[in-house]
């Protein structure tokens, strides 16, 4: 009787402690889902000291109107003292974090890591040099709350980024990006569970191209493209992309769907782009019905452009 009373009382005090860290697990699941910000800032930083222009950038987005976000900073193994700089803003403001790889990995891998470690709905993107208005979260986080079916938001900057062109149309923003990438990159606002559903990440076969084939990630998963055309995002122009290897991906991403070489036979590239989308269903069923015949008849036939 007592071995049984034993045995009973063993197997009580085992069902508690299962039960109470079952109880713990799912509040501290809970606490972090709720405390979750609405915007992840997530910034890419490799030798950010030179001129003040990280500085800049952080204070730009430490100063935002909007307050719910929390900026997630990735250093790429810099030699100079980036690291010493985000460590004296992660000590003034807790809404900072900051990851450190260790050793310089390029930037499609500290934009995952920094992705990857987010919590906001929205993800804002940003690079070490640029600037914001004050207003820009603000302004972008309503635009998507008012538009639950847009997936991802461009603003334009000032000076312009070179090619940014929203066009209004979703057919024409989707197809040109067979074309060109004429959105920019740290000027978007994008939603996380787009990004996590989809399993979109940046590629780190590319050291320039990386934005771009990510923007056709999303538009090939159907993604929906917002413009905003209020300029609310100030571009410096020394980014941290490898400028130099941007022909090189280029020419890689165009050779997906055509032979052609886009700039000395853009109307012919056009052409044959619009060939291959009809007839290729997972790029037809992202445009409405006569869009691509449209384009086709526009630069295939005798007459067109």
Known sequence: MKLLRKSGTGKIYALFIVGLLVILGISGWAFYVLSAPMVSVVMPVY??????????SITSILNQSFKDFELIM???GSSDNSWEILKFYAAKDNRIKLLKNDRNHGISYSRNRGNDAARGKYIMLMDQ???????????????????????????PSNPPLSGFWCFPVQDMLRFNLFVDNN?????????????????????????CSN????????????????????????????????????????????SRYSSY?????????????????????????????????????????????
């Open 183 to 207: 959105l920019g990159h740290p000027n978007l606002m994008v939603k996380r569970s787009f990004l996590v559903k989809n399993k979109i990440r940046y590629s780190e076969e590319y050291k």
């Open 211 to 254: 934005d771009f084939d990510w923007l056709i990630q999303i538009r090939d998963h159907g993604g929906y493209f917002g413009c905003m055309y209020e300029v609310l995002f100030y571009y410096n122009g020394s980014n941290y992309s490898a400028t130099g290897q941007c022909k090189i991906d280029g020419r890689k991403i165009f």
């Open 129 to 155: 040099d640029d600037n914001n208005h004050p207003k820009r979260m603000a302004k972008q986080v309503a635009y998507m709350e008012a538009r639950p079916w847009v997936d991802i938001v461009a603003t």
């Open 261 to 305: 070489d886009r700039k000395t036979q853009k109307d012919e590239y056009i052409c044959d782009v619009a060939k291959m989308a009809q007839r290729t269903p997972k790029y037809a069923k992202l445009f409405t019905p006569g869009f691509l015949g449209f384009i086709e008849e526009g630069y295939c036939t005798e007459g067109g452009k």
């Open 47 to 56: 030798n950010g000291a030179k001129n003040n222009y990280l500085h800049r």
């Open 74 to 76: 990735v250093d790429d």
